[in-house]
């Protein structure tokens, strides 16, 4: 192994070295290449703690007498955290998703392939959640590399400069977020095809089988204005009514996500779900599954649809201004099963139980059965209470009022 110093133009202009630790190998033609075994930054920022002549002549199998280093000479100047990219670089590959993403995107504009820029993206979303500009900040304390070993190193703007651009808060170089902003570009641009090459590994390697289907949405929001044609105002389920924003449907089977969508903000749950139906029918070949959605899918054309396709469904129903559905609870007067506690039910002191029984049905070919949680019905207690209490306070409010004769 050697040093190599390279050069590179980061911003304007402004020329750089940077200090690589390089081995010379043989491929299988038994030609020498040499390849990157670790990039270790900045020339001028390790000038001051690193002494090059020494870390040469080690690299070369020089002995270095025992006496000519002093403890006190050692100093530990900077450590990375290197265990989260590492644990889930061994997933992604486990996954094939390295494989999956560079046949889909060959671009000769990208030094480094999507796989591994996703990666980064990915991994930064589990350890440390943030923008695309505050991904620059997590590189510095971790140590995160392409599949070489070539670490990717943030690129700060110079504050003199950026200070008296139009942009002071960006303190990113733009070519490194255009770089994150590009990765993003192209893994939707291969979105379905992904979705569908790891389907089939998790088909694979899980054997995974596709008769029964969990869907689910949520909503994100954004703090501007969020693309034109799916940010809108719409029932919020972050608390964030003011603000535009989308809806997200996963798509879950045995636990794995298989595919995803993006619907407009303002559009209802229930209408969403043709859609991904048709998907499931067309990209995965599935012939029949058992839809499971909660209570927002449930519309009557929504059911004549899952059957005339013929697929079945397991479905919540609203309780709530519906005789049929309380004359069905009324009747739940037989034996209950307790169902086994969920996960998260586990993790409690007091797993909460739920149970469930079977009642006779007033709809040919479906089946009900009712069911009683506590989770659920401490939830709704505490909805309530909170429901009560604001009225309560506007109710005093009004009494002083009159009171006052106002």
Request: proline share 4%.
């Amino acid at each position: 192994m050697f040093l190599r110093v390279v050069r590179a133009t980061v911003s304007k202009g402004v020329k750089r070295d940077y200090v690589r630790l390089v081995e010379a190998y043989r491929d299988n033609a038994g030609k020498t290449q040499h390849r990157t075994v670790i990039n270790l930054g900045r020339r001028d920022m390790l000038a001051a703690h690193l002494d090059f002549d020494k870390l040469r002549r080690l690299l070369h199998g020089d002995a270095v007498a025992p006496d000519s280093v002093k403890r006190e000479d050692v100093d530990a100047f900077g450590a990375w955290d290197w265990g989260p990219m590492l644990a889930a670089r061994a997933l992604w590959s486990g996954l094939g998703l390295d494989t999956i993403l560079d046949q889909f995107v060959r671009d000769r504009r990208d030094l480094v392939r999507l796989s591994d820029r996703a990666l980064v993206l990915v991994t930064n979303r589990l350890t440390s959640p943030g923008s695309e500009h505050a991904l620059a900040q997590w590189l510095e304390s971790d140590f995160v590399c392409d599949r070489m070993g070539r670490r990717f190193i943030p690129c700060w703007r110079d504050d003199a400069e950026r200070k008296a651009s139009r942009t002071p808060r960006v303190r990113v170089v733009a070519r490194q977020l255009q770089q994150w902003y590009r990765t993003l570009d192209q893994l939707y641009a291969c979105k379905e095809k992904t979705e569908y090459a790891l389907f089939l590994t998790l088909r694979d390697l899980f054997s995974l089988r596709v008769d029964m289907v969990f869907y689910d949405l949520t909503s994100t929001y954004f703090e501007g204005e969020g693309p034109p044609t799916l940010g809108a105002h719409g029932h919020s389920r972050d608390g964030k009514p003011r603000n535009r924003q989308v809806l997200v449907g996963l798509v879950m089977v045995d636990g794995w996500p298989i595919a995803h969508h993006v619907f407009a903000g303002n559009q209802r749950d229930a209408k969403t779900v043709p859609e991904v139906l048709r998907d499931l029918e067309s990209r995965f070949g599935v012939n029949r599954v058992v839809f499971v959605g909660d209570r927002g899918m449930v519309t009557s054309h929504n059911l004549a649809l899952v059957r005339e396709h013929g697929h079945g469904y397991i479905v919540g129903r609203n309780r709530r201004r519906s005789g049929q559905v309380y004359d069905y609870i009324q009747s739940a007067t037989g034996p209950w099963i307790e169902c086994p506690a969920g996960i998260t039910a586990r993790e409690k002191e007091t797993p909460p139980k739920t149970l469930v029984q079977e009642v006779a049905s007033q709809e040919p070919g479906v089946r009900i059965f009712v069911v009683h949680s506590e989770e659920r019905a401490a939830f709704e207690g505490r909805q309530r209470s909170k429901s009560m209490g604001r009225v309560r306070v506007q109710l005093e409010k009004l009494q002083r009022r009159v009171a006052k004769g106002r």
